[in-house]
T-cell receptor, first 117, second 116 residues
């Protein structure tokens, strides 16, 4: 299947700083990418849908000013956690939709573990 | 609201035992159904999917799932598990919303531990 990468795989930052996470589709172009958040022992919660060249669609309860999403190219989407606080510590996972196939399958990145001190 | 329920949070089996993980969803429209697996330290991988046609779908590594529309269920099965099946399993539903927007809704996951 197609490959999606994330960078960094883990990051530790101080409270009040901003952190940028990159999501790349390595061997296909993705007009749509998704950002999820996974708390320990819980499921993936969709945060936002990112469409190349347009504004992201945020799920209810997700602060768009805190979680900035940019999808400037067909292979790269970034999530910036602004003014991070300890409660933002979580596992962030992106996925990219491969529109080449008949089923528009989503492929998931390995995730980024964010720890805010 | 649309939701996905996985009945078992933790399952412990011995090798060669049979596996069935339950998944029910609540959504009245057309759905696409998925099972994903997350091995320890790895990313989510697609096990199998149902879009249409034969409600019994076969996936990788000997897994299969049956879509029962009347029960809103999509249970995952494997006749004989192996130690390497130890992982977390997520059921997901892709639901369509107005404006051509769709998204995957995940269940809470089932953590499977297989003992040799």
């Amino acid at each position: 299947g197609a490959v999606v990468s994330q960078h960094p795989s883990w990051v530790i930052c101080k409270s009040g700083t901003s952190v940028k996470i990159e999501c790349r589709s390595l061997d296909f172009q993705a007009t749509t990418m998704f950002w999820y958040r996974q708390f320990p022992k819980q499921s993936l919660m969709l945060m936002a849908t990112s469409n190349e060249g347009s504004k992201a669609t945020y799920e209810q309860g997700v602060e768009k000013d805190k979680f900035l999403i940019n999808h400037a190219s067909l292979t790269l989407s970034t999530l910036t956690v602004t003014s991070a606080h300890p409660e933002d510590s979580s596992f962030y996972i992106c996925s990219a939709r491969d529109s080449r196939g008949a089923y528009n399958e989503q492929f998931f990145g390995p995730g980024t573990r964010l720890t805010v001190l | 609201a649309q939701s996905v329920s996985q009945h078992n949070h933790h399952v412990i089996l011995s090798e060669a035992a049979s596996l069935e993980l339950g998944c029910n969803y609540s959504y009245g429209g057309t759905v696409n159904l998925f099972w994903y697996v997350q091995y320890p330290g790895q990313h989510l991988q697609l096990l199998l999917k149902y879009f249409s046609g034969d409600p019994l779908v076969k996936g990788i590594k000997g897994f299969e799932a049956e879509f029962i529309k009347s029960k809103f269920s999509f249970n995952l099965r494997k006749p004989s598990v192996q130690w390497s099946d130890t992982a977390e399993y997520f059921c997901a539903v892709k639901a369509d919303f107005s404006g051509g927007y769709n998204k995957l809704i995940f269940g809470a996951g089932t953590r499977l531990a297989v003992h040799p």
